[in-house]
């Protein structure tokens, strides 16, 4: 990503079987978060956590990074 950004997607499910997922952009020490939420499972967490990236990619490229 734009200026050595790196874009960082995390998946877990809390000890109440709840499904979170987060996509993050780190550059250096700062972690700044970009959007995230639940889903019912770790596998449909995980694609609506590609799909950020997916999203977030190609806003980055689109605008020159």
């Known amino acids: 990503m734009r200026n050595g950004a790196t874009a960082v997607a995390k998946v877990e499910r809390?000890?109440?079987?709840v499904c979170y997922w987060r996509l993050n952009v780190a550059d250096g020490d700062r972690l700044a978060l970009i959007t995230g939420g639940t889903a019912s499972?770790?596998?449909l967490a995980k694609v609506f956590a590609w799909t950020a990236m997916r999203v977030a990619l190609?806003?980055?490229l689109?605008?020159?990074g």
């Open 14 to 17: 809390d000890d109440f079987g």
């Open 41 to 43: 499972s770790i596998g």
């Open 58 to 60: 190609g806003v980055e």
């Open 62 to 64: 689109q605008n020159g």
